[in-house]
């Protein structure tokens, strides 16, 4: 081959990396400062020994970056070594109402108070306020811009089949947004002196710890919207209803707290969220999702609606014992006045109204006992979205903003 400059040309990066391994070959020649040093009685020590210097670990925090995951065991600050039955947002009852009745020491009434029906009767909607609400729904379920994939459906015949993925308005935000349009209508049908003592508040977190039959049980719920008054719901009469007439149901051979996870990390103590100070303190409604997502069954079988009914009874008495103890105090049982608290279910489209009076803390009692007033459910619609490339809003049933408006202006 004849030699040429191409030839002979060196690669550059070649040749840095053959000279950088041979330079780190070599081998330090000795200076003979230290053997100077030590001729005039200078000790050389080495420089990592003196600059070696033991200190105590510091947590810093950086911005964004994820802190690292609690265990789960004795080392956790909540554990406690007695277990306890914890009822959270995610669980429901196996029995649903029967064994709701049973725990909570409650009397189940399939209507609404006398009163309060005597006031759906009397209240009428406006057109102008009911096609405003027609439009409202539309604008919640419908023309929401939120887009994200939506739950997993399943095909019952082929529960292995994984249908395509659809995006659309996420279940939670469906609730939150269908919940505020018809608080806000409530607002224009009740008017500026019902509205002044009126607040709403958001994600309220309640904890409840019970015994009952020598268990621990602690409830641990949330109620996602709160509508909160100056002044307390008044109590029903427990004379006109006669709670001990009726008989509650027998469980067995099941215990009351079957189908309840049992942990022992949980924070027994009593919380309700708004301070006994502030002037609109008292529990009104209770506004609560309950999406085929946001509850599961132990037993992986599919929800029934008397499981989200029992959780609905939990919720509010939840609600109305959290704020009997503030008031009262933690160790009260029979109470000095009864806690009244409304309660409003729904998934978008179908609405469960029910009303709930606590009348006792003590759940073994035989000589008192709580009341729970439900109304069958019914749905705002048949069907809501787009049909042939149409925004389509069939069967509406204006009867939900009538119950909504009842118990909002009560």
Avoid at 174 to 180: C, D, G, K, S, T
Wanted: charged share 25%; net charge positive; glycine share 4%.
């Amino acid at each position: 081959m004849r030699l040429t400059n191409t030839l002979l040309r060196q690669h550059i990066g070649f040749f840095f990396k053959k000279h950088w391994l041979q330079q780190g070959k070599r081998v330090p020649n000795s200076t003979g400062a230290q053997e100077e040093l030590a001729a005039r009685g200078i000790t050389a020590v080495d420089p990592s020994e003196v600059l070696k210097e033991q200190r105590p670990r510091e947590d810093f925090k950086i911005p964004g970056m994820v802190p690292p995951p609690v265990a789960l065991d004795e080392t956790h600050p909540l554990w406690k070594a007695e277990p306890a039955y914890v009822y959270g947002d995610t669980n429901v009852l196996l029995e649903g109402v029967r064994q709701a009745q049973s725990l909570l020491n409650t009397v189940v009434y399939d209507d609404l108070p006398l009163k309060v029906e005597e006031k759906l009767d009397q209240t009428k909607i406006t057109t102008q306020l009911d096609r405003s609400m027609q439009q409202a729904v539309l604008s919640a379920l419908v023309f929401d811009t939120e887009q994200v994939k939506t739950a997993v459906v399943k095909v019952p015949e082929r529960p292995a089949y994984k249908l395509p993925r659809v995006y659309g308005i996420s279940e939670g935000r469906r609730n939150q947004l269908i919940l505020a349009k018809l608080v806000t209508h409530c607002e224009r049908f009740a008017g500026r002196p019902v509205n002044a003592n009126r607040k709403v508040v958001f994600n309220a977190r309640f904890l409840v710890p019970l015994v009952k039959d020598s268990e621990r049980v602690l409830l641990n719920l949330k109620a996602e919207s709160m509508i909160i008054s100056h002044e307390p719901l008044k109590p029903l009469e427990t004379s006109v209803y006669r709670p001990l007439d009726v008989e509650l149901p027998n469980l067995f051979p099941l215990k009351e707290t079957v189908s309840i996870p049992v942990q022992n990390i949980y924070d027994w103590k009593n919380d309700y969220p708004i301070s006994r100070n502030y002037k609109h303190s008292h529990p009104h409604t209770i506004l609560i999702h309950c999406s085929p997502s946001d509850v599961k069954n132990p037993t992986e079988l599919p929800v029934s609606r008397d499981q989200i009914e029992g959780r609905t009874m939990i919720k509010a008495f939840t609600v109305a014992a959290a704020r009997a103890r503030q008031l009262y105090g933690d160790d009260v049982k029979t109470l000095p006045n009864p806690v009244t608290v409304q309660a409003v279910q729904t998934d978008s489209k179908t609405f469960h109204f029910s009303v709930y009076q606590l009348n006792t803390l003590d759940l073994g009692s035989s000589t008192e006992r709580n009341m729970w007033f439900r109304k069958a459910p019914f749905d705002l619609y048949s069907q809501c979205g787009y049909i042939v490339g149409k925004p389509t809003l069939q069967d509406y049933n204006k009867d939900v903003l009538r119950h909504f408006a009842v118990f909002y202006s009560n």
